[in-house]
């Protein structure tokens, strides 16, 4: 990492972190993180509120969970008793998976926030949260103490709702989505509750006779009560609304999260078709944004969207459509079915080498898949290896393919590939369509972005679409950062109109930045496929 | 790499580099051609501030989906367009001007226009139904009735568009600002030429797309001005160059079978888009049979309707299918 100045004064810290948060570079951030915790430990003087209430959401922005654990447990220990540092301090826990923890310290924050309404209700909102996550997480609403979580999150809205519907939107609209979720889960709750449908009603009006400018939480609070209405049409407009709001991406993933994980939308739904779609274009036209969709959502038939939507935006989310069709190419390899490997993506034979015609072959890394044991590749023997397309439509799915040889490679610290040949031949019907190459990379201006469709943290089940800033490019190694951790060995790297760039390979904290920059920095490395191609006229013969 | 050079149309703009940067995301948008990604550079030839006191600041307003906010922000400052300026002209620029009125309908009242559509629509010649009007001012005034703008939006928009092209063609003096005066045609032609040499160091095609105003800026450029640099195409989006009294003012140079700028446009490729509703180029939308080279149509003219009722404008032109389709091509290696 380039050397930091660590001489600044507090605010200026405190400013660097924001910084380094909101342009991902986490190595600098944890530094100067762990420099602000080391000053705020030594110190008798506390640092302001509102700087540690300005870092603090910064970093929750960034989902740098870890980071934001230990700045606001070292702001509490210094004797940092605002409300909401400690929220934030609870809302890191709960986020890195420390819930329970997080449940006995929200309960104090609740008690001790009794005489402050507004921080009382967030308190309540959080707790609520909380247990809706341990409930959702745990998948199992048959056993009891999962019943109970999700009594308690029900309980913690109601109170944080206080009666007020209309002012208290946000926990309100919770109590809908879970009072329904119940019901799905054939969770009995006890008690006395209003009807669901009645409190979306009231939480729509509210929110729908307002002027403008309606606030952007509260369409997203209007999309919802729509969903729990059933009003197709509605909630696509709402939708639309909130994307064109200028959301940003984490309020945007955060309400796309409640719908799929709480309301478990997804596409083969006609709400989620109408719904799901939008978001999910908005997140990738934003900086950071990411998303997953499931293999079954990438095998709709795009046109069932324009039903459900209608032909203003089916056009607007056009791009969203190429996106999915490029994951139908995507394939995961790897030695058994429950696992993968390594990612590799289906080409046309001549897009690489004029010899190789219209035969659709796949490119992956050589430390996936490799002919040569120097490269070490992750399946020692590449005819171990199987090649399932996940995605595909119709009867594509359900092949599996092995690999009968290797066309051309070239060696992990060179340009990482191997072109192979699949046995049988691809095959699917309805076709999928092999990747356009770009003419050129992309302007090295670093607002360039670029898009991977990878299995996240090799899992094999769903497609992670991602955002990621194009810091720079040489003629062999592209480099951009991603919004989340890791990515898959072998996945494609697009141009932002979705037209191939690169192989991705691999994820650094600290890389040598290109064309004699000098100095390092964290990025995510493909490689050209225009160096693939150049180094594949030497192999095959110009 | 390949290159385009844009030149912005009539009215005050926002700022040369907000301006640039809105072009290139409508042209982006939905799957469109997006330079950035595809490594095509790009320039703005902004003259704005020649006729414009400040830059606009409203931006929002461009872009936004709602027509009448975007329609009221491209439009902004054209009523405060100082009607005096043709109180001063005499001889054959005021006989230019007042030909030019009348074929835009510049001077006509709402109250003519609706009679003069109403004639026509019976049938009868639209002067009919308007006997204050001749004969051409009530044909522009019938057309411009069928624009499906507000006429407190249309007329000032035609009268900015008269002294825009008056001004430019006549190489007026004008202040826009304390402090600043310009030559107006001879300032514009120095930054176009400026412009398009810059645009003719990259490697690749270099395509000049001009909008409204900044078409007749191009084609004054490329067929007039010996020194201006050589490009690869052509592409004019909302155009008033079909108007006979704008094809007048550049003889000797243009003439109707001769008017094609092939000595510098390299491939000969001239590509024409517009929109019958827009009220700018909708009055003589059809170039080819105007600018021929050697007695041959070789321009191609497409009709693209946009859509709404503001048709002139640019972020709509840049999202049509065709306009892009012809683009994406000339910009091919």
Redesign the interface.
Known sequence: MEDIDLSMDDGALVRAICSAADDLDRPRAKTLSEELIRRVRASQDQLPEKDARKVLESLRQQRYFDLMDRLADALIQSGIDDARVRRAYVQALVDLGSRTAAVSILSDLVDSTAADPNEHCEALGLLGRTYKQLYVDARAPALERNRALLRKALESYRDAVGGKPEVNTWPAINMVALLKRARRDRVEIGGTWPSPDDLASRIFDTIDAKEPPVPRWDMATALEACVALGRVQDASDWANRYV?SGAEAFELGSTLRQLEEVWQLDTTSEMGAAVLPLLRNGLLHKDKGFFTVTPEEVRQPVESLEKVLGSDYF??I??YR?GLARAQAVARIGRDASRGDGTGFLVRGRDLHESLGDELLLLTNAHVISDRPEHKPAVPNFADAGVIFEAAGGDGAKKEYRIREVVGRSGPSEYDFALVRLDPAFSCDPPVVPYEL??????N?G???VYIIGHPGGGTLSFSMQDNLLLDHDERLLHYRAPTEGGSSGSPVF???W?LIGLHHAGYTSVARLNRKGGVYAANEGISIFAIREELKKQLGA | ?PHITFIHGIANKPAPDVLLELWRRSL?R??GI??????I?TSMVYWADVLYRDPDPDVEGYES?DEEVQVVAETREVAAVDPLWRESLDGGERAFVEQLADELGADVSEEEAQAAASAEAAGAPPAAGAPTLSPVEAEAAAQLERIPLPWFIKRPLMKALLRDVHHYLFNSSHSPRPGASYQVRDEIRKRTLAALEEGAKQKGPHVVVSHSMGTVIAYDCLKRVRECPAVDSLITLGSPLGLDEIQDKFRPEWSRNDGFPHEKVRSGRWFNVFDRLDPVAGFDPFLANDYQRGGQSTLVDIHEPNWGNWRHSITKYLQGKELRRTLADLL??
């Not at chain 1, 770009?438 to 302007?443: H, S």
């Not at chain 2, 997006?34 to 490594?39: K, P």
Request: hydrophobic share 25%; with cysteine; net charge negative.
């Open positions: 064109e056009q607007t056009t791009w190429n770009a003419a050129d990379l992309p302007a201006d607002k360039q972005r141009n932002g109109q037209r | 790499m982006a939905e799957d997006d330079c950035g990604a595809e490594n550079t989906t091919r290696p």
